[in-house]
């Protein structure tokens, strides 16, 4: 229901609208009036007016002067000006000010009801788009906490922004800190799980693990924070925003953020194994770092986590001190490459596409670290991990190359890192197994790509009303399906789903011609879940619907006889 009022310095007028609105029926209207624009101001102060009928020429507060007011303070009422005065200077004047119609009072009662129809769906259109705006805003409040982890992540990988881009995108996801200033990193974890728990379980004890933290830190630090793994959290700090200035030296704000963040580690460890029974460990870097500079950083706090000794509780790490006896530990951080995990998942991509010399100069790149006396370990048992992770998801996708590597190499290195030689012996075991999957490919294409042809041909002749797609005929044949399409294309002159849609035409004609089946029971022989869609594909391909075809060959065979 919407209200309405009617304002008129005239009573009959106000009576007689009155009285309009009473008899249209179709129209769900709760009515009030006022015989001034003063009246009007109380009425709407004491209701939820949505559309005003008012004269524009009144004494004391004029109908102009009403709907400046009402454009003031209730934006979303609708104003009909009815006036007597048939001047284009008042026409203008309400439709400036943002006046909904302008009408003579000598139209007809039709003309006036119409402009309330439209001011209602005007309503309600505008109550349509104010509810999707209103869902939008859920949805991305919703989306938020993964979109600003998203963020973090990003950086934490590597990512470089410039300054302006690093501003932007901290607005953008509402992450509650400066990025024209550094950071402090702290990471945290649970250290010994109850037994019995699920992994639900799990993840509510860490989401109470980050509440718990979240909230000691807020009220001394400005801080963001979220999961980087099962059981991982890492914040990044700043000081409180009132903090900086007020005359106090910036540095001293700064060591103040980083002591109360510290003494809170051991609040935050009695409170978890207070209230959620657990025991927590964090590592908190003793220096801040500039937002491009994350990436190392977060890599030397996850070595020092991964390192520390057991029963370690809190340490603080020597990422970035500024010490000379740290100068190495920088060092190593600083040359930690950002653009690391995009070279492997690239040498995944080579393997998998057959782009042996691709692969050479990426693995090359990659391995180098193996060479230097200076590596940090770390570093290179990440990247053995990493290669392993390669060629063990290949391994997986294609058993029969598992099966020859396993009459050449002993694939145990791949499972057991504790087991391994010197990094040398490892560079070549890699290669090594590298060499040995380029030849398989190798050999199986020069042997079978006539028999690969043929193998798809008789998959999609068997497998017509099945899945033909790229991916189970790559499937079939045991190759890669960008490998295969390129392959195909080079021994027929013409691609995949060029033959499918052929042999489908075919044999989509052979049934129309030699059966009495239905066009719906052709579509779901041929794989089409529509009749429908059938047809079209049919039209598309023969330039005649398949019922068109069966009359013609009908005709055809009749006149042959």
């Given amino acids: 229901m919407y209200h309405l009022l009617i304002v008129d310095d005239l009573p009959i007028i106000v009576d007689g609208l009155l009285e309009l609105f009473e008899q249209t029926s179709h129209l769900e209207l709760e009515l009030y009036k006022a015989n001034s624009g003063e009246e009007a101001l109380e ?106 982890k998203e963020a973090v992540l990003e950086l934490l990988k590597g990512k470089q922004l410039s300054a302006q881009q690093l501003h932007h995108r901290l607005e953008e996801v509402r992450i509650p800190l400066e990025a024209e200033l550094p950071v402090y990193m702290m990471l945290g974890r649970i250290e010994e799980w109850k037994q019995g728990l699920s992994a639900q379980d799990k993840a509510l004890y860490i989401y109470a693990f980050k509440n718990i933290s979240d909230e000691y830190l807020s009220s001394h630090v400005r801080s963001y924070s979220c999961c980087y793994d099962q059981n991982r959290i890492v914040w990044l700090i700043q000081p409180v925003r009132e903090d900086l200035g007020g005359g106090a030296e910036p540095f001293m704000d700064w060591m103040r953020a980083h002591r109360e963040a510290k003494r809170l580690i051991h609040v935050i460890q009695q409170s978890c194994e207070r209230v959620l029974g657990l025991s927590a460990s964090f590592v908190l870097s003793n220096r801040s770092t500039s937002w491009n500079e994350l990436s190392p950083c977060f890599h030397t706090l996850k070595y020092d986590f991964a390192t520390q000794r057991e029963g370690i509780r809190d340490i603080e790490s020597a990422a970035f001190a500024e010490t000379t006896d740290n100068d190495e530990v920088r060092a190593q951080a600083q040359s930690y490459d950002p653009f690391y995990h995009t070279r492997v998942q690239l040498l995944m991509t080579c393997l998998e596409n057959n782009h042996q010399e691709q692969f050479s100069e990426l693995y090359l790149e990659l391995v180098s670290i193996w060479k230097e006396d200076t590596g940090s370990y770390e570093r290179k048992i990440e990247l053995y991990h990493s290669l392993s992770a390669v060629y063990l998801f290949y391994l997986s996708k294609h058993p029969d190359v598992r099966d020859y590597l396993n009459t050449l190499l002993d694939l145990d290195q791949l499972f057991h890192p504790q087991h391994q030689g010197s990094w040398e012996e490892l560079d070549h075991y890699f290669w090594q197994l590298a060499e040995y999957i380029f030849e398989w490919i190798a050999s199986r294409e020069e042997d079978t790509p006539a028999e690969v042809v043929a ?54 004609k052979s049934m129309l011609l030699n059966s009495s089946q239905k066009v719906g029971e052709v579509a779901a022989a041929l794989g089409y879940n529509s009749a429908l869609a059938f047809i079209r594909f049919f039209k598309r391909q023969s330039g005649m619907t398949p019922q068109e075809f069966r009359m013609l060959g009908s005709e055809i065979q009749q006149q042959s006889q």
């Fill in 455 to 508: 193998k798809v041909h008789q998959y999609i002749e068997r497998n017509i009303a099945a899945d033909t797609s790229l991916n189970a005929l790559a499937d079939y044949v045991g190759l890669n399906p960008s490998y295969l399409s390129r392959l195909y294309k080079q021994i027929t002159g013409e691609g995949l789903s060029k033959y499918i849609n052929d042999y489908r035409t075919l044999a989509a």
């Fill in 43 to 148: 009425v709407l102060k004491a209701h939820s007016i949505d559309i005003v009928i008012s004269d524009i020429k009144m004494p004391g507060l004029e109908g102009i002067e009403l709907l400046q007011e009402i454009r003031s303070h209730w934006p979303s009422c609708k104003v009909i000006f009815l006036s007597a005065y048939n001047d284009f200077q008042y026409a203008r004047s309400a439709i400036t000010y943002g006046g909904f119609e302008y009408i003579l009072k000598i139209e007809s009662d039709d003309k006036i009801i119409q402009s309330v129809e439209r001011a209602i769906a005007k309503l309600e259109e505008e109550a349509k788009e104010k509810a999707m705006i209103a869902k939008a805003q859920a949805n991305m409040r919703m989306a938020m906490p993964s979109l600003q």
